[in-house]
């Protein structure tokens, strides 16, 4: 299904996978910085100055208005201090950049539809910060210069992979992942939850009688007739030809991992003899591997 709708999921950026290029702009941030370096650099001249002149710390102090102990601690330096700036790793705003970029490229100029549509995805935070990233670039635009390259979104096989996991084994950012998937289009929406109640069924580790399972899985299969997506409509047909084997599947204790096993190892000794081997060699090669 979601190679079907490759793009959609072109809309969803891969977890972790941002660089935050929008989050840190600010536009006036090395300006600051710069500003802090030379006071900071005056301040040390200033100090080191006064200290060759034999005048006392306090009275050093007192002259340029700052306390004492900070004279003491910039004595103690033989070139200015640098200032350590701190920048969160991961702000609230950065795996939304490349939806709010894209929203930019098709036209929408609103701060407050796209802040509103991106809350609508889990978005938590502030509106200043979807402001800030549309002013930067309204300034691009000004100044004639090209705006950032999205990233590429979410593989099919990335995104069933997430799909595929227990709740309690996704990480943070899969599981935003997985409701940006739920609510880029209605397609995967109902496709993911329906997914999540039948592996919900399969993984249910309560003693149910076969006629319980029997009525949530014809259930489930009415919703999947009904979901409009074509995928469902061919599995559910699959379970109505298996409906007994998939009853028994969910109430039974057994697996058949270990035969499925076997068969694996079958091919691996049998694709180890290059195609040489017959079927009587390959029978003596299995036999003496089980004794």
């Not at 409009?228 to 039974?252: I, N, R, T, W, Y």
Request: proline share 4%; hydrophobic share 35%.
């Amino acid at each position: 299904m979601f190679k079907q709708h490759a793009e959609v999921l072109d809309l969803v950026p891969t977890p972790t996978d941002h660089l935050q290029r929008l989050t840190n702009l600010r536009l006036d941030r090395e300006t600051s910085k710069g500003h802090t370096r030379e006071q900071t650099r005056n301040l040390f001249d200033s100090i080191h100055a006064l200290s060759k002149k034999g005048i006392k710390n306090a009275q050093v102090a007192r002259e340029l208005g700052i306390h004492r102990h900070t004279v003491e601690k910039y004595l103690a330096f033989k070139t200015p201090p640098e200032r350590h700036h701190f920048t969160k790793k991961v702000s609230a705003i950065a795996p939304y950049e490349d939806y709010i970029l894209g929203r930019w490229k098709q036209g929408c100029r609103n701060a407050t539809q796209i802040h509103r549509e991106i809350a609508e995805q889990g978005y938590p935070g502030a509106y200043q910060n979807v402001v800030r990233i549309t002013r930067y670039f309204k300034e691009q635009e000004r100044l004639s210069k090209p705006l950032p390259e999205r990233s590429p979104g979410i593989s099919t096989s990335h995104a069933a992979g997430i799909l595929v996991k227990r709740p309690e084994n996704r990480s943070e950012e899969e599981t935003r992942t997985l409701k940006r998937l739920k609510t880029a289009h209605r397609t995967t929406e109902r496709c993911c939850t329906l997914f999540e109640h039948f592996a919900g069924m399969l993984r249910d580790k309560e003693q149910r009688s076969e006629e319980q399972m029997r009525g949530r899985l014809e259930d489930w299969i009415g919703e999947a007739k009904a979901s409009g997506v074509a995928e469902l409509k061919a599995f559910a047909v699959k379970l109505v030809q298996d409906m007994e084997a998939v009853v028994a599947a969910m109430v039974m204790p057994y697996s058949q991992g270990q035969t499925e096993g076997r068969i694996n190892k079958l091919k691996l000794v049998k694709r180890s003899m290059y195609g040489r081997g017959k079927f009587d060699l390959l029978r003596q090669r299995v036999l003496y591997a089980a004794s």
